[in-house]
């Protein structure tokens, strides 16, 4: 079995639990980071999710530093998060991880796709457990655990696939993507009813006044990305087409 660690909420719990201000005297304040108790942090966690798992090979899926393809979709992706920082120390923490650990990064793409891909990868299907906390991992099948709550999952293609067009209606606020105005999960259930299809989510996008571009650039910017999504041979995504 392999185990997907989502390391970026991993490694930002470590160095941020690890993060301590100080005031040196006056108005005269700064940050430090202790990389020690980070690291040992970090172990903790790891070691915790493991013996919950049972054995198997970790593997640290990282986002990759240089920027995201999801802004060559849409320039205003994420961009409500400018101006937060990631905790003092953590590039050299992410530097740590990938001198201890087995990890995976790959050009222009948040650990969340990496996941994704290597769940959904021909030859992985099943033995594969993505550790996460992030909602958006229930968009690609296979199994899940969610540490925060103890949560074991085995998702179906058929429910990723539901939980994909569900947010490619409602968008994510979190990450800045916008989604059918007015739109959430509960009238998103409405709209998809019980077989969920594309046509439905189109249908309610151009019954609002959008077009069919608006609706796809939504679903495209919600996707996490799966093997098919993938081309291997030029190492980068092949944007999701109905």
């Known amino acids: 079995m392999l185990f997907l660690l989502d390391t970026d909420i991993f490694a930002y719990q470590a160095t941020a639990s690890a993060e301590t201000e100080i005031n040196w005297y006056g108005d005269i304040w700064s940050l430090y980071m202790d990389m020690r108790e980070a690291k040992d942090a970090f172990k903790y966690a790891v070691d915790k999710v493991q013996n919950r798992l049972g054995e198997g090979d970790l593997v640290c899926c990282l986002s990759c530093p240089d920027g995201n393809f999801?802004?060559?979709i849409d320039p205003s992706y994420k961009s409500n998060r400018k101006g937060t920082r990631k905790p003092v120390g953590y590039a050299a923490f992410i530097d740590w991880v990938k001198d201890n650990y087995t990890t995976v990064q790959k050009p222009f793409l948040?650990?969340?796709?990496?996941?994704?891909?290597l769940q959904t990868r021909?030859?992985?299907?099943?033995?594969?457990?993505?550790?996460s906390n992030d909602k958006d991992m229930r968009g690609v099948p296979g199994r899940l655990y969610r540490p925060m709550s103890d949560e074991l999952m085995e998702i179906s293609t058929a429910e990723a696939d539901a939980f994909f067009l569900t947010q490619a209606l409602t968008g994510d606020q979190t990450d800045g993507i916008p989604g059918l105005r007015g739109c959430g999960p509960k009238t998103a259930e409405k709209i998809l009813g019980k077989r969920p299809h594309w046509g439905a989510v189109e249908k309610?996008?151009?019954?609002?006044?959008?077009?069919?571009?608006?609706?796809l650039t939504q679903a495209r910017l919600?996707?996490?990305?799966?093997?098919?999504?993938w081309s291997e041979t030029e190492?980068?995504?092949?944007?999701?087409?109905?």
Do not use: F, K
């Open 70 to 72: 999801r802004r060559q």
């Open 110 to 117: 948040e650990a969340d796709d990496v996941m994704g891909l």
């Open 122 to 131: 021909t030859g992985n299907i099943g033995h594969t457990t993505i550790i």
């Open 204 to 215: 309610a996008y151009t019954d609002a006044g959008y077009t069919r571009d608006d609706a």
């Open 222 to 229: 919600v996707r996490i990305l799966r093997w098919s999504d």
């Open 235 to 242: 190492e980068r995504p092949r944007l999701w087409t109905p």
